[in-house]
């Protein structure tokens, strides 16, 4: 099962590519020209719902280097099956800066840039330089610069415009030699606070982010989950005054172009379903905004619940919440 939801569903045709030739002879196999595509990595934001009828490549191409350095800087270029914790790990423990806000994130490199990884007051869009990639249909490689990948709240041209058009092959990051410590995400700043810690270093950053997530969110071995499985809803302004006035306590970050993000855990959790179950899946007891499957779960089932979820949520609020997972 390829899948952190642990749900059970078939392709027709599977491949593992290990190197980048493997995967450019896997493209160009006559057999698979006429065949739906779907790139996998750590199928750690993906449910499937159905068998898949068509060819799931699994991408493994490892590596990690340091490319170049300055005095302040250092580009580490991450290939596309590299776990990405472990990337995060290597990085504090050599004290380059950048990613320990987005320790303990499950899935692979090459899903980063995709979606815009973000926690903790940091997105990997930070520490971004450029990625190169390979062009499903016709094996070509191209590479992608900061602003062609068009980041956006757990958002890129990869979801967009160029969707199921590119497999990412590698990330090349930028990292910093003098790292800015970052708390400006209240629980971690709370976190530091409470030891009465008022000069962490990034490996403290890494281990605070570390023991505040496993205090949310589920344990990945006990239950099948694929983390947030909707993303945070953005409002207009006006919207938010109707739901402020009506809920006092609502909690808002202000985002660009007067926009506010509510969180989507919060709608949930007021719609009544933190910690409910329905059938073999629920709402998670301590963060509503992650599914879970209790054992046995189907896709379907776990997709039928977003929905009335979606729903409730729409009847109490009028807010649209959109699902963050990739549904198959
Ligand atoms: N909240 C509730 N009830 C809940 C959950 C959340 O009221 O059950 C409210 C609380 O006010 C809380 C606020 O929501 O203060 C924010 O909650 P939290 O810090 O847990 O973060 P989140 O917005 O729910 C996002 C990411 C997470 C990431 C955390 C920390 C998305 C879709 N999710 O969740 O990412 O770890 O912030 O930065 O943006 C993931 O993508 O799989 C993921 C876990």
Redesign the pocket.
């Known amino acids: 099962m390829y899948n952190t939801f642990g749900v059970k569903a078939n392709s027709l045709y599977f491949e593992d590519a290990d190197t980048l030739s493997e995967l450019i002879n896997i493209l160009k196999n006559p057999l698979y020209q006429n065949v739906d595509k779907f790139i996998l990595g750590g199928g750690s934001n993906v449910l499937f719902t159905q068998d898949f009828n068509g060819l799931v490549i699994k991408i493994s191409l490892k590596g990690i280097n340091v490319e170049k350095e300055d005095e302040n800087n250092v580009y580490v270029k991450a290939y596309a099956g590299e776990i990405w914790d472990d990337l995060v790990s290597y990085s504090v423990e050599k004290g380059y800066g950048g990613f320990e806000n987005l320790s303990g994130i499950p899935g692979l490199v090459g899903a980063t840039p995709i979606q815009n990884i ?3 007051g940091s997105e990997i869009k930070s520490s971004f330089e450029s990625l190169e990639a390979i062009n499903i249909n016709t094996g070509e490689t191209r590479f992608f610069n900061l602003d062609e990948c068009k980041f956006g709240y ?1 958002d890129s041209v990869f979801k967009n415009e160029l969707k199921n058009q590119y497999v990412v092959v590698s990330v090349l990051y930028k990292l910093s030699k003098k790292p800015i410590i970052n708390l400006s ?1 209240k ?1 971690l700043k709370d976190y530091f606070d409470l030891i009465k810690n008022n000069n962490p270093t990034i490996l403290d950053v890494r281990n605070a982010v570390i023991k505040i ?1 496993s205090e ?2 589920p344990d990945t071995i006990k239950f099948g989950t694929a ?2 499985f909707f ?2 809803a953005i409002i207009s302004k006006d919207k938010f005054e109707i739901l402020q006035k009506n809920y006092p306590d609502v ?1 808002f970050f202000l985002e660009e172009n007067e926009k506010y993000k509510i ?1 989507t ?2 709608l949930i ?1 007021k719609a009544g379903f ?1 910690g409910q179950r329905y059938g073999n899946c629920g709402v998670y007891e301590k ?3 992650v599914l879970i499957n209790f054992g046995g779960a189907t896709g379907l089932e776990v997709f039928e619940f977003s929905k009335l979820i979606q729903d409730k949520v729409k009847s109490i609020f009028d807010i649209d919440i959109e699902r ?1 997972v990739v549904v198959i």
């Open positions: 973000g926690a903790y757990r995400y629980a997530r949310k969110l983390g947030s993303k945070n909690p969180p855990g919060w959790e933190k963060q509503a905004l963050e």
